[in-house]
């Protein structure tokens, strides 16, 4: 099944197979399990469910790889328009929003409002600045590693004027440890999760023990040091480690979060919740949903024959 995830990484770029599953109508059930919906309103709605369950939330609007100004605009106007609503309803304090910086400009050629690492750091601030006013903070997502020193450089920008802005590392790219090293002093927050595209071996480990072991030894870092860390797995191991860590280390629950993916193992984040940690659901929304389901599909390949032999019997 690990032989399936570079393939449908492939795919997820892909125009013609992205047509394909975009308008067949097999796709809205398996879509429906990890993105509850299209709207701001509906968003909101599950994120105040989520609230309810004693869970946290942070929301993406979907899109990345944005080939044009008017698109990244669209988005960060989606993220100022739900931040206001989350204000409005009183949920600022549990819920934050996540942003792709590929999704506000970062891939834009050079146009006169400057590079794309130049549009993408402005939009990000409107972003923040919106996040401000409402009572609530901006994650910046990581994507594929063509981009981390962008985004981190965009990170220590932002950090100046809103140092509560939080990063992810992706512990299967080699320098991560160092960047958990860098990242990991008082009042940074740190998503820390094991990366979701397709790394070619000059700069991430390729087996799955190699990327597990990279996790703990990040963890360690971030866990013994000042900051605030965000464990993004729903690996029962990386799970049950973290935790022993948090101890070893005298980290109160709180003191650190962990965080899944909305539609994965939700009783297991209901579990945690019970016992006392902090958890985050992320939860992405919007119409642009394909190469966010393809990731999905690629760490789980169970849910894919059922899936393209649905697409082949419609066809
Ligand atoms: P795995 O070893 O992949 O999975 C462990 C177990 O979890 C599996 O056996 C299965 O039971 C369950 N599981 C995992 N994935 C699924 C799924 N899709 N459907 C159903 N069950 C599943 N990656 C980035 O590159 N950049 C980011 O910014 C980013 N942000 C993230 C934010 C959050 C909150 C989370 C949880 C993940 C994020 N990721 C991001 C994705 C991450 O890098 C991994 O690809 C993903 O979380 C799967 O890794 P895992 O740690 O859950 O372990």
Not at 103 to 124: C, F, K, M, T, Y
Not at 185 to 212: F, I, M, N, T, W
Not at 227 to 234: F, N, R, V, W
Not at 258 to 280: D, K
Request: charged share 25%; net charge neutral; hydrophobic share 35%.
């Amino acid at each position: 099944m690990a032989l399936l995830r570079q393939p449908l990484l492939a795919l997820a770029r892909s125009a013609r197979v992205r047509e394909l599953v975009t308008t067949s109508p097999v796709s809205s059930g398996v879509v429906r399990g990890y993105v509850p919906g299209e709207t701001t309103q509906a968003v909101v709605g599950a994120a105040a469910d989520l609230v309810d369950d004693g869970l946290k939330v942070t929301l993406d609007f979907l899109g990345e790889d944005t080939t044009d100004h008017a698109r990244a605009d669209a988005t960060v106007e989606a993220y100022v328009e739900v931040l206001g609503q989350l204000s409005a309803r009183g949920l600022a304090r549990h819920v934050e929003v996540s942003v792709k910086l590929s999704a506000i400009g970062q891939a834009l050629p050079r146009s006169e409002r400057g590079d794309g690492h130049r549009v993408a750091l402005e939009n990000a601030r409107t972003i923040c600045r919106a996040a401000r006013n409402a009572g609530t903070t901006v994650t910046l997502d990581m994507e594929d590693h063509t981009t981390t020193d962008s985004t981190l450089a965009i990170l220590r920008d932002l950090r100046k004027d809103f140092p509560e802005t939080g990063a992810v590392l992706q512990a299967y790219l080699h320098r991560t440890e160092a960047d958990c090293r860098s990242l990991a002093h008082e009042g940074s927050r740190v998503r820390l999760c094991k990366g979701a595209y397709d790394e070619p071996e000059e700069v991430a480990y390729q087996s799955r023990l190699e990327v597990d072991t990279s996790y703990v030894r990040c963890l360690k870092t971030l866990l013994s040091g000042q900051g605030y860390p965000m464990i993004a797995t729903h690996d029962p191991r990386m799970i049950e480690i973290a935790c022993s860590l948090a101890n070893r280390y005298g980290r109160d629950q709180g003191s650190y979060e962990f965080q899944m993916l909305y539609g994965v193992r939700p009783e297991e984040q209901r579990r945690l919740a019970a016992s006392g940690e902090s958890v985050r659901v992320y939860v992405p929304y919007g119409a642009e949903w394909y190469g966010y389901l393809m990731r999905r599909l690629a760490e789980r390949p169970q849910n894919l024959s059922f899936f393209v032999r649905s697409l082949i019997s419609k066809k």
